[in-house]
């Protein structure tokens, strides 16, 4: 690999520049000189590169476990810490046909094979990975579902639950994220995949490799010579049970790409190389357009100057109502094409600060799109965080360098889910970034070979910012026997029955930023910003008790009055709730008097209001939280919030009735 090669994979949509100009080696072995090294993450690295080499297999998962088994793998979902109880729970039920589905395939030998993990044993902020895992009984070396499942799916922003976390965690385990603006997406993708999966929705064997090359533009070309061709070629020849088509140069119109994710039957897989678009911090179109896919429309940076228009990049908003992504699964080579840190990753020894690329990290909108999609979502995308680097697939001294790429697509083919398809992923990232550190650990700066260097950092960034969207459990949803054409309305028209009837999924966005953590042992934490009421449990209550009094009116007579008085005394007494979690040695001393017990020691206590303010004290057990007696009480919130739930919504449906009833 020479000099000239060093080019990234992105636009400045503000500018029509390249997002990070062509670097030389010498300047980008400056920069790996400057990363701090996380001396904890770099043991278990190496650990990995041990592993690998000594057993000759390349996923993280115990020896003699199949990571097609989720019996054998075990499933888990990393919910954050912070999460208020009325947030979490409404998270976790706009979830439930998710999480049912995985615990039923997991539990199915060992019900510890399914984990939720939330509360003190969620993610807390500024935790790294080896302290979470610690809370769970783990340490370096490969997964062991006994004590925590291979397959962990993270739910939340990565302002909230950083990249950096889930970069570490997917070293050992198989790793993907969702986020969502509203619980109706979470709701949305959790019934596409449940949906897909138990009725057996399958797609044509078809895989295409869709690949831009811009004029004048070096490392679109690149890609397509070295990336989507052969890729295409190799799955062509390797897998003849699959028809392979690959688009490039004039077949890779933004409108060729909108032609694929419309069509009657999309591909099953779908794998684009192309410039990703990148904006400045604080365009008003970083946050929608950031990572769109920029398509052969762009006439190259010799031919056009200034900002880049809508009309040469594919984005969220360009995957119409009538797409059909439903049980896709996509790969897309792009820089930013699945999320920004807020941090650039690109910077020196001398920085003092880092350099911030945007105000918090985020998701890219079109993946996070096409997973929650109306019509269906897709299963997975792959895609990159911050730049993406032409050494992903060019070696100094070998050119073209693939087999990483084409060990995940052999998997994937062959029925891996994607979570351990994408382990050669970790092990090329563990193994880079090892030989990073021994070089420079090894070597004085005046004898290093900077191209050596410049290739192993960018290589190991790539392979490391390379992650899931979506649950690492799905697999690709294509056989011999490809659903029918009205199987698919009639699926989506199931999952949009069903996201209507969740008349409990409101539109607020749960985990936007992030929330406050729980209090400290014996402490009492502060009120929580409620973000959605829970899925079963309708706090519209209110409303609708005062459209039921508005039709009451002179003629309902004093027994409606007084009905409606009751009613509203009711609703007055359940606008706060009080759980509280009493222990005693000696049950015969126990008494309850005053709505209180005495005999009894009080361990927990809970006071939820009717907006979903939060007040919690947690139980302290020398020093340490009580975590035994915390789900337990916890438990108790979740039955009282649906009990309270529900005897309302029998009182305003009673008075609606009787108003109904008598009503001229």
């Known amino acids: 690999m020479n000099e000239n090669l060093l080019v ?37 690295l190496r650990i990995r590169v041990d592993l690998d080499a000594s057993q000759g297999r390349h996923y993280g998962l115990r020896e003699g476990l199949d990571p097609k088994d989720l019996a054998q793998a075990g499933w888990g979902v990393i919910f954050p810490a912070g999460l208020d109880p009325t947030s979490l729970t409404a998270l976790k039920e706009a979830m439930r046909p998710l999480l049912d589905h995985r615990k039923e395939q997991a539990a199915q030998q060992k019900e510890h094979y399914f984990k939720e993990c939330s509360g003190e044993l969620g993610y807390r902020s500024g935790q790294s ?18 004590k925590l499942p291979y397959y962990l799916l993270i739910v939340g922003d990565p302002d909230t639950v950083p990249f950096s976390f889930q970069y570490q965690l997917d070293v050992q385990y198989a790793v993907g994220r969702i986020h969502f603006d509203d619980l109706e997406g979470y709701h949305r993708y959790a019934l596409s995949v449940v949906e897909a999966e138990k009725r057996g929705w399958s797609l044509p064997r078809r895989a295409v490799f ?71 911090m604080g365009d008003a179109r970083q946050l929608p357009h950031q990572g769109a896919l920029l398509c052969q429309d762009w006439p190259g940076p010799n031919v056009h100057q200034g900002p880049i228009p809508q009309d040469f990049y594919f984005s969220a908003e360009d995957l119409g109502s009538d797409a059909n992504v439903l049980g896709m699964l996509a790969f897309f080579f792009a820089c930013y094409g699945a999320g920004t840190p807020h941090l650039d990753d690109f910077y020196r020894r001398e920085y003092v600060d880092r350099k911030p690329v945007a105000p918090k990290a985020f998701l890219a909108q079109l993946p996070k799109r ?59 990232y563990a193994e880079l970034a090892s030989d990073l550190t021994t070089e420079l650990d090894e070597t004085s700066e005046e004898f290093q070979n900077v191209v050596k260097i410049a290739g192993l950092w960018t290589a190991s960034n790539d392979a490391r910012n390379t992650l899931i969207l ?7 949803s294509a056989g011999e026997q490809v659903s029918a054409d009205g199987e698919r309305e009639a699926l989506v028209d199931l999952i949009n029955r ?84 009493y222990v005693s040695e000696e049950m015969d001393d126990v008494k309850f008097s005053g709505g209180t017990f005495s005999g009894a020691k009080l361990r927990a206590l809970t006071r ?42 029998t009182a305003v449906s009673a008075a609606s009735n009787i108003v109904n009833l008598i009503k001229p």
């Open 8 to 44: 990234f994979n992105g636009v400045n949509g503000a500018t029509g520049r390249y997002d990070l100009p062509p670097k030389s080696a010498s300047e980008i072995a400056a920069a790996a000189r400057g990363v701090p090294i996380n001396q904890q993450h770099l043991t278990d």
């Open 129 to 146: 990975k080896g302290d979470f895992l610690k809370i769970h009984g783990r340490g370096a070396g490969p997964a062991d579902p006994d």
């Open 210 to 280: 869709f690949g831009t090359a811009n004029p004048d533009d070096q490392a679109t070309q690149l890609s397509r010579e070295h990336l989507i061709a052969p890729l295409g070629e190799y799955v062509r020849q390797q897998h003849t049970d699959w028809q392979t088509q690959i688009q490039t140069s004039d077949q890779a119109y933004k409108s060729d790409l909108a032609q694929l994710l419309d069509a009657d039957r999309a591909p099953a897989l779908l794998f684009s190389a192309s410039h990703g678009m990148g904006f400045p």
């Open 370 to 428: 096409m997973l929650s999609h109306s019509g269906g979502g897709a299963l997975a995308v792959i895609g990159h965080v911050e730049r993406a680097w032409g050494y992903s697939f060019l070696w100094d001294g070998v050119g073209q360098e693939l087999v990483t790429f084409e060990s995940a697509l052999d998997r994937l083919l062959a029925g891996h889910p994607v979570g351990s398809a994408l382990e050669y992923f970790n092990s090329r």
């Open 470 to 476: 979506g649950d690492p459990a799905v697999r690709l």
């Open 498 to 581: 069903s996201v209507e009837q969740a008349d409990a999924v409101p539109p607020e966005p749960p985990a936007s930023s992030p929330q406050p953590e729980p209090a400290a042992p014996g402490g009492v934490a502060e009120p929580a910003t409620p973000v959605g009421s829970p899925a079963g449990v309708d706090y519209g209550l209110i409303d609708n008790f005062r459209n039921a009094q508005a039709k009451m009116g002179d003629a309902l007579g004093e027994f409606v009055e007084k009905l409606g008085g009751f009613l509203g005394k009711a609703l007055d007494e359940a606008t706060s709730l009080d759980i509280a979690t």
């Open 608 to 649: 939820i209001e009717i907006d979903g303010d939060t007040l919690i004290c947690v139980p302290e057990e020398d020093g340490e939280l009580d975590t035994e007696l915390w789900g337990i009480h916890m438990d108790m919130v979740r039955q009282a919030q649906e009990s309270r739930a529900e005897l309302l919504k």
